[in-house]
């Protein structure tokens, strides 16, 4: 039996039998900050194996962003991954806007749960990594804000 769990804990080595025929899976590193980062996590497990799973984010009050929705090839087509998506509309009923981020071939998937086709704009890294940044930090300001901004 298939149990689905909100919030589960997750370790990362349980994502290495995922992401398969992406052109750029995530590194092990990657898959611990995002299991930390996200604001929602619903697992699916078969006999304590994670056999799909999907992650959130979300300002807590009008957007959510489902970021990952992945169920094991072997359990494909049992309904799994439409578990996984019932449990997170739940639970960001009554939020302004949930989206998500799709190839063409796959959404009547997320149709079936009334998602719309909408226009959207992103940049993709296929290199991506860490964040970098150091204004990825808590509270630091913008150095063009520190600095005066222009004209300084
Ligand atoms: C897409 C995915 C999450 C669907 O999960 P699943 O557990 O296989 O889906 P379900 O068994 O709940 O299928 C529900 C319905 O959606 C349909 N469906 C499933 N995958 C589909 C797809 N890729 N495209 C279109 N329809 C799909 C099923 O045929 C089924 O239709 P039915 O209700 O008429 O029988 C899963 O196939 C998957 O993990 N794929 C690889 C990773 C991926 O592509 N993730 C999404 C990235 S945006």
Request: aromatic share 12%; net charge negative; glycine share 12%.
């Amino acid at each position: 039996m298939v149990e689905y769990k909100i919030n589960d804990n997750i370790e990362p080595g349980e994502l290495d039998k995922f992401f398969h025929g992406w052109k750029s899976p995530p590194s092990i590193e990657i898959k611990e900050k995002l299991i930390n980062g996200s604001d929602l996590i619903v697992t699916a497990r078969e006999d304590g194996k994670l056999v799909g799973f999907l992650t959130a984010i979300s300002d807590g009050a009008m957007h959510a962003f489902i970021s990952l929705v992945e169920v094991l090839e072997t359990h494909q087509g049992k309904g799994i991954g439409s578990h996984l998506m019932r449990r997170a509309i739940d639970y960001f009923k009554g939020y302004y806007d949930i989206v998500l981020i799709t190839d063409k071939d796959k959404g009547a998937f997320y149709k079936k749960f009334g998602f719309n086709e909408i226009y959207g704009m992103h940049i993709r890294d296929f290199k991506y990594r860490l964040n970098p940044s150091p204004l990825a930090g808590e509270g630091k300001a913008c150095p063009e804000l520190v600095s005066g901004g222009e004209g300084e």
